[in-house]
């Protein structure tokens, strides 16, 4: 992690670059599996020509980032670039606008998003070479792997994407990376109404990140792992907690922004759910995982007794998940409650057509609804079976 360099031709605003890039530091030192040179060590090369090939031998780095601060009037234009050390090439490259009104959150937000999404580089990155290295590949190759296929597939309805996770285990079963990933697998198949037995598939998930964060209580994936176990049980303070541990040992996981806003609108709390959900969506516009961000908005909406609203993000996230094993059913019972009966009885129709659509009676829907005491979610679930009835969803 190079100094950043300071392009307004201004020395008085080399604080900026000089806190984004030790802003960075510290995040990247957060990565459970990263060796990041301190900013002492990094501050030697500033100002100096950089021969990165050099600087990879001298340190003994595999990729080095470097980047750019530009300060305009009350804007100010971030550029970073992740090169690979051994072979000089760029590998992944961004700009980014903020506005200097507010510095912190400025900060916040730049830092988190280039983590985030150097962090999901890089992690493309060691997967291929673990792909292309090993032709009897040990836990960590395969957990590499692993986690590639799950950015790749946004992890949603596809169980290819977690198997060499389960090869993972079957080498080490006390790898901690595969050992989280694949208890996403299980609770997600609860948490799309995908399981075939939503008890089994819970312990299974809540024995993956046990057992994960009693080997690594730091890792950031397995909190978020047992955070999305607590959702689930409906112990949603306990979920908040989990997730903002895992934040703080890990401020770009993305993961637990959208569970601390899922356990807000299960919580009846709407306004929070979007504050959290607008705030991940903020800090990375483009991330893969924006389906359970526009479900989170959509139920506290329904929950605001917006159904207008909620329909709109029930469909944003079905357009961005196509096989989501529900998908017709709840914009069905909502085009129903804006009085668009036509379009909800059609779309009821299709949806009831498919022969894999796991929800078919409203007492099957009702018998898969997360736990809750809030009156206010309450009334969002009785309002929507009432739009699935009139959709025609049978009894």
């Known amino acids: 992690m190079l100094p950043f360099a300071n392009l307004s031709g201004d020395a008085s605003q080399d604080y900026l670059a000089d806190v984004i890039s030790d802003e960075l530091t510290t995040g990247f030192s957060r990565f459970s599996d990263s060796f990041v040179i301190s900013r002492s060590t990094a501050f030697t090369y500033k100002g100096k020509p950089i021969d990165v090939r050099q600087i990879g031998k001298d340190l003994g780095v595999r990729y080095v980032l470097e980047g750019s601060v530009q300060p305009s009037g009350d804007r100010l234009r971030v550029h970073a670039q992740l090169i690979d050390a051994e072979s000089d090439a760029h590998l992944w490259a961004d700009q980014f606008d903020e506005n200097r009104s507010d510095l912190l959150q400025m900060q916040d937000a730049l830092v988190t998003r280039i983590a985030h999404a150097i962090g999901m580089k890089m992690t493309a990155e ?67 109404f995908a399981s075939p037995d939503r008890q089994a598939d819970l312990r299974r998930a809540d024995e993956l990140s046990s057992s994960a964060i009693k080997i690594d209580p730091d890792y950031s994936l397995a909190q978020t792992a047992k955070g999305d176990v607590l959702v689930l049980a409906g112990r949603y303070r306990e979920a908040i907690d989990t997730y903002q541990r895992a934040l703080v040992l890990a401020p770009s996981n993305f993961h637990a922004y959208i569970g601390i806003a899922l356990a807000h609108a299960r919580l009846g709390e709407p306004e929070q759910a979007i504050a959290s959900a607008d705030k991940a969506m903020r800090l990375n516009p483009h991330d893969p995982f924006s389906v359970p961000l526009c479900v989170a908005k959509a139920i506290a909406f329904g929950v605001l007794q917006d159904y207008e609203e909620a329909l709109v993000w029930f469909q944003r996230a079905e357009a961005a998940a196509p096989d989501i094993p529900i998908k017709g059913l709840v914009p069905a019972g909502l085009l129903a409650l804006v009085g668009r009966e036509a379009d909800a009885r059609a779309l009821m129709q299709s949806y009831l057509a498919d022969g894999n659509a796991p929800i078919r009676t409203i007492a099957q829907w009702q018998r898969v609804q997360f736990p809750t005491d809030s009156p206010r979610v309450l009334t969002w679930r009785q309002k929507l079976v009432e739009g699935l009835r009139k959709a025609g969803l049978p009894e």
């Open 126 to 192: 060691r997967a291929r070479s673990a792909q292309t290295r090993a032709a009897n590949p040990n836990a960590e190759d395969l957990a590499w792997r692993c986690s590639a296929a799950v950015m790749r597939d946004a992890g949603y309805f596809s169980d290819a994407s977690y198997s060499t996770c389960e090869q993972a285990l079957q080498i080490d079963p006390g790898n901690v990376r595969a050992l989280s990933l694949l208890s996403f697998k299980f609770s997600q198949r609860v948490g799309t």
